[in-house]
């Protein structure tokens, strides 16, 4: 248990679809992540928010939202979704202090198969 | 960004230490080294971090050379659940207002009975 929630942990939805997944951390951190790891590479950045607010955008396609309510709760919304999108999403959260050594911890992902 | 060098794989007897290595050699001062592990299908798990000191934890050692241009994770008594991907990352300033992390292809760890 590393404080990192991923909800759901499955989904399976088709390429007209709309879907959501979520994050919540019991951290008390004030960054939040988006990873995504294709079969047989390394993991990808996607987003980073800090105190709420984006800052990286790891030129992901608009098909991929995210939003973050507050400091805790982090969401990636999906919507018209592409076979190859078929991948483990992963949240992560930090404390960011404007120093390299702060820890990132993730959570257990949401494996994502698009139809 | 400060890449890292992993061998792909290594073997390790169950109950024996293993040692994995990492090469960084273009690391900044301020920079720390990484290591994470990814048992399949799940999430990376945090393991050790360091600077410039060796450090040690309830999971594992560091060893950092004293030019810091590599590093060796150790852990001391290998059991088959240690089996996974084992990930040296150099955590480097990625512009903006945050330090990256980013992940290689890692060395694949296999403990044998």
């Known amino acids: 248990e590393t404080g990192v929630t991923q909800t759901p942990r499955h989904l399976v939805m088709g390429m007209t679809n709309k879907k959501s997944l979520k994050c919540e951390q019991h951290l008390g951190h004030n960054a939040m992540y988006w990873y995504k790891q294709s079969a047989k590479k390394p993991l990808e950045l996607m987003f980073v928010?800090?105190?709420?607010?984006?800052?990286e955008n790891n030129s992901v396609p608009s098909r991929f939202s995210p939003e973050c309510p507050n400091s805790s709760h982090l969401f990636l919304h999906l919507h018209t979704l592409q076979p190859e999108d078929s991948a483990l999403y992963l949240c992560?959260?930090?404390?960011?202090?404007?120093?390299?050594?702060?820890?990132?911890?993730f959570g257990e992902g949401s494996w994502l198969t698009v139809v | 960004d400060a890449k890292t060098t992993q061998p792909p794989s290594m073997d390790c007897a169950e109950g024996r230490a293993a040692n994995l290595p990492c090469n960084h050699s273009t690391i900044s001062g301020n920079e720390y080294v990484y290591w994470y592990r990814q048992i399949h299908s799940q999430g990376p798990q945090y393991i050790i971090h360091g600077l410039k000191n060796n450090e040690t934890n309830e999971m594992a050692s560091l060893i950092i050379t004293e030019d810091r241009k590599s590093s060796t994770l150790i852990l001391p008594h290998a059991t088959l659940r240690d089996t996974a991907v084992y990930y040296c990352?150099?955590?480097?300033w990625g512009g903006g207002s945050n330090y990256k992390l980013t992940f290689g292809k890692g060395t694949l760890l296999t403990v044998n009975p």
């Open positions: 992560a959260s930090s404390q960011e202090t404007g120093n390299s050594g702060n820890t990132i911890y």
């Open positions: 928010y800090n105190f709420k607010e984006q800052t």
């Open positions: 990352i150099v955590r480097v």
